[in-house]
């Protein structure tokens, strides 16, 4: 049922979500009928987010619950950090324009998961433009060359190892998105973040691509973890190239 619904929200475009079989809400039935939710043939069912068979007939109920609460931050948190900056030289920060907004998108999402994505994208961004140095470019062209020629002792057909040969060339210069991210890291001093940073990533790459499904409560750190690290390299570097960062940097993401 599960898998038909699914099938059924894609074919029509509609997207259904078939969630995870937990209930999101409970009530106590003998508590419920006895301040008269319910009647005496009534049963009450846990509102469960996901698929669950119930009898047909109109005898079911399920409890809907609303709350209400405000979460509110402190202003003069933001007012002073604002102070703090007044006289630093924000617009020479050279870091892609980019990845500040979406580190803010990160921190104002309220999904664990799209907090994740949207800070490891924020320093994925700095480490777009990241080219092979010339020492790098020129060993790669001496490997593509070689490997036309003949080079190895595996069995290769011509076209095959053509092939492999153009692949090694159209790498000369960009690098992997984890090496772009390695090399700013480093250029910016930040080598103790590059195992931490790859910790992070395994764990986002195996619940993101379904090899290792993280509960909520490992997703909700993750969520946490990410957007700490994500932040700091992102404050670092800003304060590298001359910001004089707020007070308050430190109690967020500690030594900056």
């Known amino acids: 049922m599960r898998a038909l619904l699914e099938i059924a929200g894609v074919s029509v475009r509609l997207g259904i979500d078939v969630g995870d079989d937990k209930p999101t809400g409970w009530m106590n039935e003998k508590w419920a009928r006895t301040e008269g939710f319910i009647q005496p043939h009534e049963r009450l069912l846990p509102n469960v987010h996901g698929l669950m068979v119930i009898e047909d007939d109109a005898f079911t109920k399920f409890p809907i619950m609303a709350f209400q609460g405000v979460v509110t931050a402190d202003p003069n948190a933001l007012i002073q950090a604002l102070i703090d900056l007044d006289r630093s030289p924000v617009s020479t920060v050279a870091m892609a324009p980019s990845a500040l907004r979406i580190m803010n998108l990160a921190l104002a999402s309220p999904e664990p998961l799209s907090q994740i994505v949207l800070a490891f994208s924020a320093i994925e961004e700095l480490g777009q433009n990241e080219t092979s140095t010339p020492a790098q470019s020129a060993l790669l062209h001496e490997l593509a060359v070689e490997v036309g020629k003949g080079f190895g002792h595996v069995t290769i ?13 159209r790498s000369l210069h960009k690098l992997g998105l984890r ?67 707020p007070s308050i940097t430190a109690t967020h993401f500690g030594p900056v």
């Open 157 to 169: 057909t011509g076209a095959e190892r053509q092939e492999v040969a153009a692949s090694i060339g």
């Open 179 to 245: 090496q772009g991210v390695v090399r700013v890291l480093r250029s910016y001093g930040m080598n103790s973040e590059v195992k931490e940073w790859d910790r992070l990533y395994a764990l986002l790459s195996g619940h993101f691509h379904g090899t290792a499904r993280l509960s909520e409560q490992d997703e909700a750190r993750l969520a946490f973890d990410s957007q700490t690290i994500c932040g700091r390299i992102i404050l670092t570097i800003a304060k590298k190239e001359g910001v004089s960062l």
